[in-house]
């Protein structure tokens, strides 16, 4: 089990707060249009969560498999 | 962990100095203008957020200014909900429109130049203070005194949302956000 940033992509406003806030670069706001994680890097810290001034990431623990 | 500063994690002092150039000389509020020509032509050619993202000082101003006196509290839902941000949108636009209006009928000469900036878009403070003496026409010194009105009233906003909920609140209704985030989406038809 690991935790991980999840972003609610629809509420998302995409001002890149979390991508400044995050430390390994795992997140980033594609194309102008929502924040997204990149699982493999996400290390679960929860800066990003703290970071976003509309409270729409969380993290969730998944498994990871491979 | 802190990340290595750029010469743009800099750009809030030019935020500031703006607002403050304001109060002496309004033809600077025509400066203004960069932030809303960068963000929107960068968005278009393939910038995309990275106006918001990187380069806005007022988001970065508020960021500093929020670690400190923010009381840092969830937002309600309805800031983030669609129908405020295009609202809000759409509202920022016609009072903007009106502001061109009033710049044009001095350029017509159907109106003499008011020297005053509006806040919160009913307020009208006196401002003759920061009247230029510059030999430029009257509609140029109209629009300085309407967008610095603009960007006043704005900062305004952002501050007390800032106060009350999370430091950059202002970003989740930012107008010029929510048109770039418009942009990107019209762009890759999401």
């Known amino acids: ?66 | 962990m802190a990340k290595k500063k750029n010469w743009y994690d800099y750009l809030w002092v030019a935020s500031v100095f703006y607002l403050i150039l304001g109060f002496f000389n309004i033809l600077f509020a025509w400066l203004g203008l960069i932030c809303f020509l960068v963000p929107l032509i960068m968005s278009i050619s393939g910038g995309e957020k990275g106006y918001c993202n990187r380069y806005c000082g007022r988001g970065q101003l508020l960021s500093i200014v929020g670690k400190r006196f923010s009381k840092n509290l969830p937002i309600p839902k309805w800031i983030f909900s669609k129908t405020f941000r295009y609202g809000f949108l759409v509202f920022f636009l016609l009072m903007f429109s009106q502001m061109l209006f009033s710049t044009y009928l001095v350029f017509a000469d159907a109106k003499s130049l008011k020297e005053t900036v509006t806040l919160l878009w009913s307020f009208s403070l006196p401002w003759s203070f920061a009247s230029s003496s510059a030999p430029v026409a009257d509609w140029l010194k109209q629009f300085a005194f309407g967008f610095y009105g603009v960007m006043l009233t704005s900062t305004l906003l952002g501050l007390i949302t800032m106060l009350l909920f999370r430091p950059r609140t202002w970003c989740v209704y930012c107008p010029m956000g929510t048109m770039t985030q418009l942009i990107c989406k019209a762009k890759y038809k999401e």
């Open chain 1, 1 to 66: 089990m690991k935790r991980i940033a999840v972003v609610s992509t629809k509420n998302c406003v995409s001002c890149g707060c979390c991508e400044k806030a995050c430390p390994k670069n795992a997140i980033a706001v594609y194309r102008g249009i929502y924040a997204n994680v990149n699982q493999e890097l996400c290390i679960g810290c929860g800066l990003c969560v703290k970071a976003c001034p509309a409270d729409i990431i969380s993290l969730k623990e998944v498994d990871m498999v491979g």
